[in-house]
């Protein structure tokens, strides 16, 4: 099965969209500059050298893996933030959700000897599933050249179509393979895996996924850039990564939209304030003018 890409110089959501849409993956070819990705591996390069091995089945004994990027390199953002990016992660998630959240930011090595990675859809670590509607997305950043030999990311493709199968044939597998640059989009539903490295050098890369905001991240963002750390990151990039409110009233402090966090007065006492749906502000509107029937009004989440 060939792999099949889209190339930068002519980027287009609405093409990106209809390929991970019947695909459930797409790579796009040229997605930032080679140089940008060389400045992140670089800022990168001490972390991969003193973090441990992985533990465990899933992760690989021969791999290394971190996360909490967006504080360790100023050239992060970029990636983060790509329009291009951003812009078909929105197309799959926000008809779902009122904003969307980083899910997960992870470096990954995997050295020669690795094994292959049990297939799994990502977005199975919640217990939560209905048909038609997506909960994450995935953007794989490599710092090497993948190649079939040395463990690029396999994808069976139009698995995201195919959410009853476990396990799939190896042969309906491609490898993503790719160049510093290019970047691999895919479907929390695409049934996927870390090659085998059969090579003698390792592969790095890194992974930004996006999720409902509704959803608990893989990561939890406050622990990962607490409000002295986030304070010095930008302000869009932090709302991405978890301080901003979703509406009705989910993940707040103190009964306030976290981006409160990265002010100046953030010690400061304050009232609660609701972050609700205009239609939700319209149903208490509705009923205290008694202007619907018992049991049709449904209130916020609340333990008022």
């Known amino acids: 099965m060939t792999i099949i890409a889209i190339d930068r110089l002519a980027p287009d959501t609405h093409s990106c969209c209809t390929q991970l849409d019947a695909h459930g993956y797409c790579i796009i070819r040229g997605a930032v500059p080679p140089l940008l990705v060389e400045r992140l591996a670089n800022d990168l390069a001490s972390d991969f050298q003193s973090t441990p091995h992985s533990t465990g089945p899933f992760y690989g004994e021969k791999t290394r893996r971190f996360h909490g990027l967006l504080r360790r390199s100023r050239h992060i953002g970029r990636f983060a933030l790509d329009p291009l990016v951003v812009a078909i992660v929105e197309t799959f998630l926000k008809p779902w959700c009122d904003t969307i959240q980083i899910n997960l930011t992870q470096a990954i090595e995997i050295e020669p000897g690795g094994l292959p990675q049990p297939p799994h859809r990502d977005q199975e670590m919640w217990p939560v599933r209905s048909a038609g509607v997506e909960y994450m997305i995935n953007v794989m950043w490599p710092f090497t050249s993948y190649r079939a030999e040395n463990g ?7 698995s995201h179509r195919r959410q009853d199968e476990i396990v799939m044939p190896l042969e309906e597998a491609v490898a993503a393979e790719m160049i510093p640059g290019d970047a691999l989009v895919f479907l929390g539903s695409t049934l996927h895996a870390g090659g085998a490295n059969r090579s003698l050098d390792a592969r790095r890369g890194m992974i930004i996924s996006y999720s409902l ?3 608990k991240p893989y990561e ?4 990962a850039y607490p409000p ?6 930008p302000r869009s990039l932090m709302s991405l ?4 409110a979703h509406r009705p009233n989910l993940g707040t402090y103190e009964g306030r939209c976290p981006s409160l966090l990265l002010s100046d007065n953030a010690d400061a006492a304050q009232g609660a304030i609701d972050i609700l749906h205009p239609e939700q502000e319209q149903l208490i509107a509705d009923y205290r003018a008694g202007r619907l029937s018992p049991n049709t ?3 916020p989440g609340d333990d008022g």
């Open 152 to 158: 690029a990311t396999l994808i069976w493709p139009g």
């Open 213 to 215: 905001g509704w959803l």
């Open 297 to 299: 009004a449904s209130q």
């Open 220 to 223: 939890l963002p406050w622990l």
């Open 228 to 233: 002295e750390i986030a304070r010095s990151l």
């Open 241 to 244: 990564a978890g301080y901003q």
